[in-house]
């Protein structure tokens, strides 16, 4: 679970400010250009981690689905990881 900020009558907020994303893809625009651009509209910080092809086929087989993009959600506060994959689910979360 994620660190909650609640308020009695009013639904619980993610705390975004203790939240590190770091978007793995490849060196070009692709399909996560749109993720990168929702990152600066929004005005969140987040980390661009670029594979060349090797280093992908190095690690493909660690990955979720085998795929990228891929985000990495690590709560600073707690500790907690999560892992998203699919640019278009990425791009609905930023």
Known sequence: AWMIVSSFGKPPILNLMT????LSYFGFMGRAEPIRLAFVQAGMPFTNK????PEFSEVKESLPSGQLPLLEIEDEATG???VMDQSNAITRYV
């Open 19 to 22: 939240m590190k994303h770091t």
């Open 80 to 82: 907690q990881k999560k």
């Open 50 to 53: 670029a594979f060349s092809f």
